[in-house]
């Protein structure tokens, strides 16, 4: 079973690499999802419920959950800078000329509802600037 929440958190560059950070809203929604996901496994009828992790929510340990994305949004975020993301408003790399992106991962965050016309309409979008530029070259 997972446990899906909309984050709010943030990418920040650290080592010159981007670095998805959970912010404590994030954590508190992933582990109230958690614990509802358990008391419904329990309601249906389980004899034995927990984590792959050691401890589980009562242990009060920080790292009982694994975080993780279900649909990787913003994990190549698009920025106006090198220091804000990993790609410019064409979806071309900060870090590798030519190289573009254009799928969920350069949205800022995850979109909260099922991204499937969101991604197409951004990777349409980031395809003509894409198809702009070889012509120009």
């Known amino acids: 079973m997972i ?23 994030d954590k508190e929604s992933m582990k109230a999802g958690l614990r509802q996901a358990l008391r419904i496994l329990i309601a249906a009828g389980a004899v034995e419920v927990g984590t792959h992790r050691m401890g589980g929510p009562q242990s009060m340990e920080e790292n009982w959950v694994n975080y993780s994305s279900a649909h990787q949004m913003g994990s190549c975020r698009m920025g106006n800078s090198e220091e804000e993301g990993a790609v410019d408003e064409n979806g071309e790399s900060w870090e590798a000329q030519g190289l573009f992106v254009c799928d969920a991962s350069v949205l800022p965050s995850a979109v909260g509802v099922n991204p499937m016309i969101t991604i197409q309409s951004t990777a349409y979008c980031l395809s003509k600037k894409i198809a702009e530029i070889l012509k120009r070259q």
């Open 3 to 25: 446990t899906i929440i909309r984050d709010r958190g943030s990418g920040v560059k650290v080592e010159g690499r981007l670095s998805y950070n959970l912010n404590e809203l």
